[in-house]
């Protein structure tokens, strides 16, 4: 079996909620349908940028059939199945490939932080990937489980023929290239910070992760695709301009801002779930005035 290629941009799509917090299956795959259009390479269905640890069980398994209908058959589809205890994230990924998800992202379990030891961890992921129908990626997202994988570990794990790539979400260039540089050559490194893309890339990361591309996924993409045709100059250019709308829907204003974005781009963004709050109406104009600057896009 040849080995599933995770090259090019991914955006971990939002959960659209109704008015009442309800999920909004029907804009959810408005959205995919809109994504279909562009150069995006797939799909991460359940993400930390999906909501995914406000979301029930029952709600996991209707949004990743509804992704997996609104989809293009030409986009790779990862399932965001990471959870708390092995058992569960396992019983999530195997339902998850039953669907016709071709890969697992899963996220660090982080509730018991001290006892989240490197041997805990290899043992969670490698028990994973004895047991997974389709092949895992490990997600590190440091700022929001408190943990991060090292490049000692990842190199360990990349020697599973099921575990394909890590999703490496720090902005640590050189974290990103310790792993790339003592993992084996098919291992797939996958960056989840569009600040740091350009450099990323050209350290020989395979591609990325990246929330703001589902509110600017050409901008993204066309950064990925001038990087592979070796047109630098164009690309730290890209870069440059992916720089500010990065951080505002990221580290600065969160989901609220990314959803907020999304809907000045002409998606269906709507509000976070709560606990989360939505955008001020000072931040609304803040974000109004940046994206607006950006178009047109190319």
């Given at each position: 079996?040849?080995?599933l290629s ?17 999920v ?32 029930r ?37 195997r339902?998850a ?15 018991f932080?001290?006892?989240?030891t ?27 489980t408190g ?35 003592r ?6 490194v996958?960056v ?29 993409t ?8 070796g047109?630098?100059a ?27 974005a ?31 600057a ?5």
């Open positions: 079996m040849s080995q995770l090259c090019g941009i991914f955006p971990p799509v939002t959960t659209p909620f109704a008015p009442d917090e309800s909004d299956l029907k804009a959810l795959g408005a959205n995919l349908k809109e994504y279909n259009r562009t150069r995006l390479a797939g799909y991460v269905v359940l993400g930390s940028t999906g909501e995914s640890v406000y979301l069980p029952e709600e996991k398994l209707k949004i990743l059939e509804a992704a997996r209908a609104a989809a293009d058959p030409g986009k790779v589809l990862i399932a965001g199945t990471g959870l708390e205890s092995t058992a569960e994230t396992l019983e999530l990924t339902r490939a039953s669907l016709g998800y071709q890969a697992a992202l899963v996220r660090t379990p982080s509730y932080k001290p006892q989240m490197e041997a805990a961890l290899e043992q969670h992921y490698r028990t994973l990937a004895d047991s997974s129908p389709i092949p895992l990626l490990i997600y590190s997202v440091p700022q929001f943990l991060a994988v090292e490049a000692p570990l990842v190199a360990r794990l990349a020697e599973h023929p099921n575990i394909v790539g890590v999703k490496e979400s720090s902005g640590n260039v050189s974290r990103v290239t310790q792993m790339i540089h993992s084996p050559p098919d291992f797939q996958l989840g910070s569009a600040t740091t893309l350009y450099p990323s890339l050209a350290v020989g990361a395979a591609g990325a992760i990246l929330a703001v591309a589902c509110a600017l996924p050409e901008l993204c066309e950064l990925y695709e001038v990087f592979r045709r047109n630098h164009r690309a730290r250019s890209l870069q440059e301009k992916l720089l500010e709308p990065t951080v505002a829907v990221t580290s600065r204003y969160g989901i609220a801002g990314l959803k907020f999304m809907e000045l781009r002409g998606y269906a963004g709507g509000r976070p779930r709560r606990p989360l709050l939505p955008l001020d109406e000072q931040t609304q104009a803040e974000l109004t005035r940046l994206f607006r950006l178009e047109p896009s190319h």
